[in-house]
T-cell receptor, first 111, second 115 residues
Framework: RKEVEQDPGPFNVPEGATVAFNCTYSNSASQSFFWYRQDCRKEPKLLMSVYSSGNEDGRFTAQLNRASQYISLLIRDSKLSDSATYLCAMRDGGSQGNLIFGKGTKLSVKP | SAVISQKPSRDICQRGTSLTIQCQVDSQVTMMFWYRQQPGQSLTLIATANQGSEATYESGFVIDKFPISRPNLTFSTLTVSNMSPEDSSIYLC????????????FGPGTRLTVL
């Protein structure tokens, strides 16, 4: 049973589009959730944490749905520079466990 | 956030040899981790590098294959021993910042190819 699942994509969208990714998780005890961005041949970089009340940072909005056990990332007004792989991550059990990563969703924004 | 460097950035090695990867952080950190990311796969935690004691390994990873050192709060090494082509991967060091223990930051990674 996979603990964290993401649609691998690729998501090919035009500039200016709104795109959303979901990430489902199986461990209901998970308390901390994150979205990372990974550019090709680069390390993952923290994009944003996901709080119970949701989290917005400019064009990016992250939400948590505990009842259905998924987190989401919404990107509005997509830019070419948003092209990357987006990884979801969560603590394995409670708030002190190790991070478990999804395989990532590839986004390609076209002119 | 902490600034993390890794050496080497990439290497091509022969089967049966060993490679030691270094991870240096510009500030003291409580937790240091070693991950592996194989092509098209998610990041997999190898072990937690504990300062002053043995590393804590995840299921499927053993000390004989991946010995780890952490002599102080800013430095760690991971050795990939007796390498085979299946060990070809990106190896990433990660740290938790003392100022924000809920967040992990990653080093630039070491791209290893085993022939």
């Amino acid at each position: 049973r996979k603990e964290v699942e993401q649609d691998p994509g690729p998501f090919n969208v035009p500039e200016g589009a709104t795109v959303a990714f979901n990430c489902t998780y199986s461990n209901s005890a998970s308390q901390s959730f994150f979205w990372y961005r990974q550019d090709c041949r680069k390390e993952p970089k923290l994009l944003m944490s996901v709080y119970s009340s949701g989290n917005e940072d400019g064009r990016f909005t992250a939400q948590l749905n505990r009842a259905s056990q998924y987190i989401s990332l919404l990107i509005r007004d997509s830019k070419l520079s948003d092209s990357a792989t987006y990884l979801c991550a969560m603590r394995d059990g409670g708030s002190q466990g190790n991070l478990i990563f999804g395989k990532g969703t590839k986004l390609s924004v076209k002119p | 956030s902490a600034v993390i460097s890794q050496k080497p950035s990439r290497d091509i090695c022969q089967r049966g040899t060993s490679l030691t990867i270094q991870c240096q952080v510009d500030s003291q950190v409580t937790m240091m981790f070693w991950y592996r990311q194989q092509p098209g796969q998610s990041l997999t935690l190898i072990a937690t590098a504990n300062q002053g004691s043995e590393a804590t390994y995840e299921s499927g990873f053993v000390i004989d294959k991946f010995p780890i050192s952490r002599p102080n709060l800013t430095f760690s090494t991971l050795t990939v021993s007796n390498m085979s082509p299946e060990d070809s991967s990106i190896y990433l060091c990660s740290v938790e910042d003392l100022r924000d223990t809920d967040t992990q930051y990653f080093g630039p990674g070491t791209r290893l190819t085993v022939l």
